[in-house]
């Protein structure tokens, strides 16, 4: 085997070949250093001796279906200039890795095509030392992102392990890239965050979030100059769990006939759809109708959630003002204890949501990626390694799932 074998082939320059052996199923080529190569790993000088070997073993890429191993009689060097006794430095593999950095690669180019258990199974390795071949080049390269060119921040959190834990997301609007995952929903769970955020004197403009007092407060304290935009979504989403709560409030009046428990009982998710998405075959439409007929307070509140989707659709913020200022006074002339309180948190909340109409913002990145982070679980059937799944949702913006076969 030449030395331009060695370095184009298996990734090894600065070694000579000597022999091979086969063990097992097993192809093993014998590399050693020159003596003329040696060198202090401490110092650099040239002026050594050796003082003994030991051997080791290195696997690299295969030769179709054979196990190809690297042996290496490892130096011990003693050095005359600076007096160190050490091994001597090993170039094509990371310390204390049983494996060279090409096979590294190989791994995780197989890994985004296979799942980490195929790999394992092809390749002969342990479920363990894959992953810490990924873990290690998800570290390398994802995990202290860059801050320095943000410019629009999304802020979210995602339920983990069916809602018994919690991450919090910053992801580059402008991208859709992940740049920090917190442990936990509140405030505390961005101070990593704001720690970075400052050493790279990035300059953010606006933030998305929803209506969560904890992440408004924890923006306007360390991003003081930046527009908060509260995201449609979220607010609609609201709404409409309260409008599902007065329902249900409503369905359970004793003095309502059976009959109009029924008909209330069967609408929940007609009042959630919007109107042109009523399926005309199964007489969605005419049900809704018959239900908010039969209790005043349920249609006030309906028609109300259809006037406040329009609001993102005015020609300009003054419009939009003027027609939330309009609806918080029409629920508070309601009557309707629901529309009185929703009144009052759309008034509290007033400037982010009109600031839409400065930045059209949304967290819809963020829905995107809680699509992608729950595909990833499931291709996984769970994470045992709490940081190695938060590295791989840094990563996600690089992942595209497709079916197989």
């Not at 593999?93 to 494996?99: L, M, W």
């Not at 997301?169 to 740049?179: F, K």
């Not at 003002?321 to 759309?346: C, E, H, V, Y």
């Amino acid at each position: 085997m030449s030395k331009s074998l060695l370095y184009h082939g298996l990734g090894v320059r600065g070694y000579e070949y000597y022999h091979v052996k086969y063990v097992k199923g097993r192809v093993v080529f014998g590399i050693r250093r020159p003596p003329e190569r040696w060198v202090c790993v401490v110092c650099g000088s040239a002026d050594v001796i050796g003082r003994g070997t030991v051997e080791r073993e290195f696997r690299t890429v295969p030769l179709g279906r054979k196990q190809v191993l690297l042996g290496l009689p490892v130096q011990r060097l003693g050095c005359r200039s600076c007096g160190a006794v050490r091994q001597e430095r090993i170039d094509f593999a990371e310390p204390k890795k049983h494996y060279t950095r090409i096979f590294e690669r190989y791994v995780v180019e197989l890994s985004r095509r296979m799942t980490m258990k195929d790999v394992a199974d092809h390749l002969g390795l342990s479920w363990n030392t894959v992953k810490e071949i990924q873990k290690t080049n998800l570290q390398r390269r994802f995990a202290k992102p860059r801050l320095k060119e943000l410019k629009v921040l999304a802020i979210d959190e995602i339920a983990l392990d069916k809602g018994h834990r919690y991450l919090t997301l910053v992801v580059d609007w402008m991208t859709g890239r992940v740049v920090y995952t917190g442990d936990g929903k509140g405030a505390d769970a961005l101070k990593g965050f704001w720690k970075r955020l400052r050493s790279s004197h990035a300059r953010i403009e606006a933030v998305a979030m929803d209506l969560s007092p904890a992440y408004r407060n924890a923006v306007s304290q360390h991003l003081p100059k930046a527009a908060i935009v509260f995201d449609r979504f979220h607010v609609i989403k609201l709404f409409n769990e309260k409008l599902a709560d007065l329902r249900r409030d409503l369905q359970k009046d004793a003095e309502l006939s059976l009959e109009s428990r029924t008909v209330l009982k069967g609408v929940r998710w007609l009042l959630l759809k919007r109107p042109d998405n009523l399926d005309p075959k199964k007489n969605e439409k005419q049900r809704l109708q018959e239900a908010l007929q039969l209790n005043q307070p349920l249609a006030t509140a309906y028609y109300m959630k259809e006037d406040l989707c329009t609001l993102w659709d005015c020609p300009s913020k003054a419009e939009a003002r003027k027609q939330l200022s309009d609806w918080i006074a029409r629920a508070n002339a309601s009557g309707i204890p629901m529309l009185q309180k929703f009144a009052k948190t759309l008034a509290a909340h007033r400037s982010g949501i009109l600031a839409y109409y400065d930045y059209a913002l949304s967290t819809g990145p963020l829905e995107g990626l809680n699509n992608k982070i729950r595909t990833m679980n499931r291709q996984a059937y769970g994470f045992r390694d709490h940081e190695f799944r938060k590295l791989r949702i840094l990563a996600l913006h690089e992942t595209k799932y497709a079916l197989i076969g």
